[in-house]
């Protein structure tokens, strides 16, 4: 029977709390006692970008992170990303390839609770870069799908080996 990895979210009250260093300091904490542990954060906003190895675009903080825990960065572990463009718009980046650029109205409308960001981010990996990624799954319900996408990036992250204690993991 396979070992269930043991998961730990950290959560705070505002931007600017703290989360990001907690974080970077949990894993290389727990990395330098062994454990394999993976940062991830399921949607991010910042304007701070990292370039991994293969081109793919993440949060310089989860990156920051991965590092922490003497791990190569990858955009998996900041699967939606949205850089700030001004006057409420973004440029929407799903697992490390641009999206599409939108109003945060249309965002939260069309993207987030319509088709669920885990269909998008699904079909983000079929899409050519810059190109409208498959949408075969709208009407599924948004947050079963966020569920199912955040449990499939924490199990991926420490499917192997020792993980940290606690009841999720996440940032």
């Not at 973004?90 to 945060?104: C, D, K, L, P, T």
């Not at 498959?134 to 009407?139: A, K, L, V």
Request: net charge positive; hydrophobic share 30%.
């Amino acid at each position: 029977m396979a070992r269930r990895a043991k998961l730990l979210m950290v959560q705070g009250t505002s931007s600017g709390a703290g989360k990001s260093v907690t974080v970077a300091g949990l894993c290389r904490m727990y990395a330098d006692r062994g454990y394999r542990v993976a940062p991830f954060k399921s949607q991010n906003m910042s304007s701070k970008l990292y370039v991994a190895k293969g081109g793919g675009k993440m949060a310089q903080a989860q990156a920051i992170q991965a590092a922490a825990s003497r791990k190569e960065p990858d955009p998996r572990m900041n699967p939606i990303l949205l850089r700030p463009l001004g006057d409420y718009r973004s440029e929407v980046i799903v697992n490390g390839r641009f999206h599409s650029e939108m109003h945060a109205r249309d965002y939260y409308e069309k993207f987030a609770l319509r088709a669920g960001p885990a269909a998008r981010a699904k079909g983000a990996r079929r899409a050519a870069p810059g190109k409208r990624p498959d949408s075969h799954r709208r009407g599924r319900l948004a947050g079963r799908n966020q569920h199912r996408q955040v449990r499939h990036c924490q199990h991926a992250a420490c499917r192997k080996g020792k993980s940290p204690g606690g009841n999720r993991r996440g940032h």
